[in-house]
């Protein structure tokens, strides 16, 4: 049941195709051109369109809708650091980034490439915002806005220019799991328990920095006002971003929270006596297969104020206030966490299921410990797993909108809700267009540098 | 090494508890006796009562009309292939005979016998005010579900098809562009589903119209669910497949047609056979996705064909009392289905 | 493979059974209208008497409804408010009504055929006209509460419900700030954006759909919601709940009838224009959703209670306004929204 995306390269028999082999290779091509190639197309033309009052398409080519929030000092290091966010959350926040960090760090040239790929990209960053300040604002449509005023423009990109080099440390982060990521996929074995706390080590200082400079932009950007900026960079620039990155940390948290609970209960359903595996695989299933929306909804019964776990509590005289849990963001992630709990399951369990037991047995019996032979043997065996895992829940976690609209009470927009939004009650499908390609522009990078590395875990094993 | 098994199994149970948590408390509220609340008044099954004999007038109703819309329907498809004739036949007949066939009058004669009137008795225990918002409810909900599995066989059936073509085609023959194929099948399972919802919907709104002309109205319905739900299912039965494929031998097929096989014969007796494992989790999964599918469908339903998730989404904020139920009952054959499947496999065995 | 041939068959006779229920049905109408506003005894009722099978589509703003129409949505009856109807018939996209259909037209009161949207029901027909009000919970709340400032004083932080609608709460801000809420520009948004901003901190739940439940529910104490809802409350614990218009002046709404010019079914519209315009059925709709009903026969089939719920009808002095279109500066309204909103 748990599929894998990703391309299972099967060798094929390779014959040279003829007539009716392209026939029969037609309904898949005419399926794909029809509705997975003219749907992205169209949105692109939408994204770089016009609408009218009313929120119909008028065909006029702009780049109105993404300099709605790709116009602004803070814009190109916090999409960095959105980008950031969704290679961190995708490399299992931190084991393997620290195993590339370990690799890098053990040779000088391994050193500086990523430092200098780091400060080329803040200085690039610098520079476009420069541009896009200064020269974009003079020749393109902020000048119509009669409120503009260049003066403080600058001033306000000036007092923002130090939070460019905040960056400084993740775009190194970025730059170092990319770059060997691309070019030396087989990662080194963490056998050393001294190398081992060192990964760990920097995996958590990765951690801590990463929730750092968020808290630092969230602050920043509560605190200054844009008086003085014209009303549309005010009301969408830095919020559609903080928006985008709000998303990220929330499918991010979640994925991390799904990997921790769901790794060991794969591995205990993988390693169970037959007569019990088929029963507790179908115990996890069978929520799976009733609605999630349902299953949602009824965490809302659960975590009411006066729900059955307060009243539960008060109870037993643990708590006299109730907890306000519903709506909030706990019940967001409470939410996102169980909808999408199966599905890092099943794949992990698919992967432990066909790890050789005699490898493991064989670690102990050289006398490793449990951990040892965890971090040595099982986990490098089923990391695949684990990958396909966490695409399997951090893709839809990013786009969902439901889980928020249900148990966050709307307070708090998603980047889901937002396009959602453009696409119904504000009309405004150009940039809800736009938006969405910003996304999906994210995600295809995404899974381009998982696979590369997925390949080189294929050529590992 | 017992230490770290005994704990992984806490772990284990402690996170099934988890999973089961919400399901429970489903179940048990869908016997409260207060409408639109979280809060627990008291023990009732009025709220089944109700559900049961909402279906069965539905389903009466529906029988009562079931022969004309055979007919009806047979009507517009005459049209559609220009036999005049015959559709103004068939639609005159439905005016002269508006009186149910004997099929469907022994349907409701079964209803009838099952007690369908004084179950609708139970109505009379809902203050008037709200008896026929709760019937309304019902109603949308039972069409709901009845719409979820009319899109889930069509679509299942055909993502099937297109999954398992595609996949022996692609194992068989090497095209040219074959990387590209591969990741271009892949992006509708990497794509985040409300990406893949909007660019439907875009496609619909400009597309539809130029298709309009030719014949073919797409349209947000019945037709684009089944459309988006084909789309992103069949790559996932595509993979199921390829990776049965992986272990087939490649000589299988030439020793059928060295035996005389037609390659169509062969695929039908050599090929399918061996990929029936694989076909049948497929079908299963494709079922499962449209089932549980609510973002893309969002985007591109309208009202009629409005799937159970989306009448589920619709009715979340109202919190009635019958959303508990009719998860419950989806709970319920959900588990039958589990359980035969089961029972089905160890028999085979 | 006979097997093979069986599930085929097997998949298409059940295919065409289950479509059997949807497809070629002899006549429908495609109603989008809001949401918690069309009664199912009044659909039924019409379906038995026409023969017309209705299709209801719900939303739950005005601006969803437009998103989904302008989508190529096939819709033969809609229920925009007032400013709505404005914006639509301007841009000719609403199909004049046939007055020698809809008989029934006269049952209107003439106060709602006077309003300047639509003059003489030339495209729209009124369904249900209401207003925006404070309902609160008395039990909780003892000292009352008589305007918005009272509501987001900050006592009530983290206890509130309110619409989910950005122009709405613009419209709240401006009335506070005693300005003209249908002057919307850059210096009135920027003006109540700071109040905005605050308010939108206090708030617990955000619902246009049915915010009743939460004050029912007890998730919160006091809500800005849709007369109706508050009506509802009133009639289900009138001990319990208490209905204030905002001294700072409130908005009225008008919620009609009226079909887009590509409607498939027009007739089938009219006919049900034409039906819920009789009186018992258009009381009908009043008994389940106590909004003002503009119809004057059918008030007085209703009940002295109803009458006198003060939520369904305000008193005649109350400082009640109409919203008017907007045009582009409905974006403007939109991104203020996100944007405090997520902040």
Known sequence: MAAIPGNIDTPGIGRKPGVLAWLLLAPLLVWLLMFVILPTIIMIVFSFSERNELGEIVNELTLANYRRFLTFPQMLPLLIATGIAIVAGMLAAGISLAQRCLSVLAGPIGLIVPLAIGLGVILALIGIDYITMHHFAATFDFAKIASYDPAAAKASFLSDLHLNFLMLPMCLILGTSVMWSLIAPSGIELHNPRKLIIACAISTAAGVFYAAINLVLLVHQRGVEYQSMPLHIVATGPQMLRIFMVSVNYAAFATAICVMMGYPVAYFIGKAPDRWRNLLLMLVMIPFWTSFLVRTYAWVTILRNEGVLNSLLINLGLITEPFNLYPSQTAVMIGLVYTYLPFMILPIYTSIERLDNALVEAAFDLGASPLRAFHGVIFPLTKPGVVAGILLVFVPAVGMFAVNDILGGRQEMLIGNVIERQFTAARDKPFGSALGMVLLVLFIITYYVMNRRRAGAGEEN | MRRVNWMLGIWGVVVILFLYLPIVILVAWSFNDMNYSTQWNEFTTKWYQAFWAQCALDLRDWFTTAGNRFMLWGADWAAWIKLSGTSSWLSGYVQNNPQPGWVSRQFIKLINWAGADSAAAVFDQIPSSSRGQVRGQISRLIEGLTNSLFIGVISTFFAVILGTVSAWITFKYKYPLHNALRTLVAVPMIVPEIIMGVSLLSFITIAGTVFAKVGIPIERGYLAIIIAHVTFSFPFVMVTIQARLAGIDPALEEAAMDLGATPSMAFRKVIVPYLMPAIISGVLMAFTLSLDDFVVTYFVTDGGSETLPIRIYGAVKQRPAMLHVVSTVMIGITLVMVVLSELIKRFNR | ?343
């Not at chain 3, 006979?2 to 599930?7: C, D, E, G, N, V």
């Not at chain 3, 497809?23 to 109603?31: K, R």
């Not at chain 3, 925009?80 to 209107?108: M, W």
């Not at chain 3, 009352?144 to 801000?173: H, N």
Request: with cysteine; aromatic share 10%.
């Open chain 3, 1 to 343: 493979m006979s097997w093979f041939k069986k599930i085929a068959a097997s998949v298409a006779v059940a295919a065409c059974s289950l479509g059997l229920a949807r497809s070629a049905n002899a006549e429908e109408l495609n109603l989008f209208a809001w949401s918690e506003y069309v009664p199912q005894s009044v659909l039924d009722g019409f379906t038995k008497e026409t023969g017309i099978k209705v299709n209801y589509e719900s939303y739950a703003s005005n601006e969803e409804m437009l998103a989904k129409l302008l989508s190529g949505g096939k819709y033969d009856l809609i229920q925009p408010s007032e400013y709505v109807i404005e914006a639509l018939k301007k841009e000719g996209k609403l199909l004049e009504l046939d007055h020698s259909k809809i008989p029934n037209l006269k049952n209107l009161d003439p106060v709602f055929t006077k309003f300047a949207f639509d003059e003489g029901n030339k495209v729209s027909v009124p369904w249900m006209s209401g207003t925006v009000g404070i309902a609160y919970n008395k039990e909780k709340i003892k000292e009352p509460i008589k305007g918005l400032k009272d509501v987001f004083s900050g006592k009530y932080a983290k206890k509130i419900v309110i619409l989910d609608d950005g122009r709405e709460i613009l419209t709240w801000a401006l009335n506070v700030q005693g300005k003209d809420i249908n002057k919307i520009d850059d210096e009135a948004i920027n003006g109540a954006r700071p109040m905005i901003k605050q308010w939108l901190q206090q708030v617990k739940l955000y619902d246009s759909d049915s915010p009743k439940t939460a004050l029912l529910n007890g998730d919160v104490d006091v809500g800005i919601v849709w007369s109706g809802e508050g009506a509802s409350l009133l009639n289900e614990a009138p001990d319990k709940f208490a209905w204030v218009l905002p001294e700072e002046g409130a908005h009225r709404f008008i919620d009609s009838l009226a079909i887009p010019k590509t409607a498939p079914n027009p007739d089938a519209a009219h006919k049900f224009i034409n039906y819920i315009l009789k009186p018992e059925v258009s009381a009908k709709i009043s008994e389940e959703f106590p909004y003002t009903n503009p119809n004057a026969e059918a008030r007085k089939l209703l009940d002295e209670a109803a009458l006198k719920n003060v939520a369904s009808y305000p008193p005649k002095d109350a400082k009640l306004e109409i919203f008017k279109d907007i045009g582009t500066a409905a974006s403007k309204v939109d991104e203020l929204y996100t944007n405090v909103k997520s902040q």
